[in-house]
C-alpha cells in the first residue's frame, strides 16, 4: 500500500507550539488508511480524536461559563454543542491547514482525503490530544482558546436548538414533522459514528453524523435549516 507522506512543520508552525515529542503531532497527523495492514503496533490518530474530544468539550466548557456569566445552563448548552460539532471542527482543521500535512493512503488522497470535513475534524481532535499529552491542559487551553473563542463571540444569542427550529418551521407551515433516519452507523463500540438522514416534505433530503444519534439528529437539522435559507436567499 502507498503511503503519501507530508511534512508537519507547517501546522506545528501555524500552532505556534514545538512538540517536546514530535511523534505525538505525527500519530494526530496519521489517518487510519496509512496504517492498514501494518499490524498492531501501528498507530493512527483514532485513540487521540477519542481523548481530544473530551478535552475540548472540557475547556469549551469553562470558556463559556467565564464568557457567558449570566446565561442559564440550558443556553450555555446549545452553544456548548455548536462550538464542539463536527462543523466547527473542520474549521479550525481548515485554519491550521491539516488537510496539507495528513499522513494518509495513495487511494484515500486521490479520493479527496486531504479536504474531507470529516478528516479534518478528527485530526483537529487528535491535534488537541497530542498538545494535552505533550504539554498538559495549559497547552490545549492556549489553542483551544485561540481558535474557539472567536467562534464564542460571533453571536450574542446562544444559537437555537436545530431539531425544535426545523420543528418549529415545518408547524408553521402545517407540513409533517421531520423524519430522522439512521442510515448507516460504524465504528467501535465505545465509539460509534452515526450517519442520519433528515427528510422534510418537499425537499431534498439531507445527510449528517455525529458521535451519537442525538448528535447527528441535530447536525442533520442544520443542515436542513441551511438549505431551507440558502433556497430563501436564492428566491426559491
Known amino acids: 500500500m502507498k503511503v503519501v507522506e507530508r511534512p508537519i512543520a507547517g501546522p506545528i508552525a501555524e500552532l505556534g507550539y514545538e512538540f517536546r515529542q514530535p511523534e505525538l503531532l505525527e500519530e494526530a497527523l496519521t489517518h487510519q488508511s ?56 473542520t474549521r479550525v482543521g481548515r485554519q491550521l491547514g491539516l488537510g496539507d500535512h495528513i499522513r494518509m493512503s495513495r487511494g484515500e488522497e486521490e479520493q479527496g482525503g486531504r479536504t474531507k470535513p470529516g478528516t479534518l475534524a478528527d485530526c483537529c481532535e487528535a491535534v488537541i490530544a497530542a498538545l494535552y499529552l505533550d504539554g498538559g491542559l495549559e497547552a490545549a487551553d492556549c489553542m483551544i482558546r485561540r481558535y474557539w ?20 418551521w415545518a408547524q408553521a407551515r402545517s407540513l409533517p414533522l421531520p423524519v430522522y433516519t439512521v442510515v448507516r452507523r460504524e465504528g467501535a463500540a465505545h465509539e460509534p459514528l452515526f450517519d ?12 449528517a453524523e455525529g458521535r451519537s444519534r442525538r448528535a447527528a439528529e441535530q447536525a442533520a437539522a442544520g443542515r436542513m435549516i441551511d438549505l431551507i435559507e440558502s433556497r430563501v436567499s436564492d428566491g426559491g
Not at 469549551?60 to 450555555?76: H, N, S, T, W, Y
Open 34 to 89: 496509512a496504517t492498514e495492514g501494518e499490524g498492531r503496533g501501528k498507530r493512527n490518530l483514532e485513540r487521540l480524536e477519542f481523548l481530544g474530544d473530551r478535552v475540548l468539550g472540557l475547556v469549551v466548557a469553562r470558556l463559556l461559563m467565564d464568557e457567558f456569566p449570566d446565561e442559564k445552563v440550558g443556553q450555555i448548552a446549545r452553544r456548548h454543542a455548536a462550538l464542539v460539532r463536527a462543523e466547527s471542527l
Open 149 to 168: 473563542l472567536p467562534m464564542m463571540r460571533e453571536t450574542a444569542s446562544p444559537p437555537q436548538d436545530a431539531k425544535t427550529g426545523l420543528q418549529e
Open 196 to 207: 442520519v438522514e433528515c427528510v422534510v416534505s418537499g425537499l431534498p433530503p439531507v445527510r
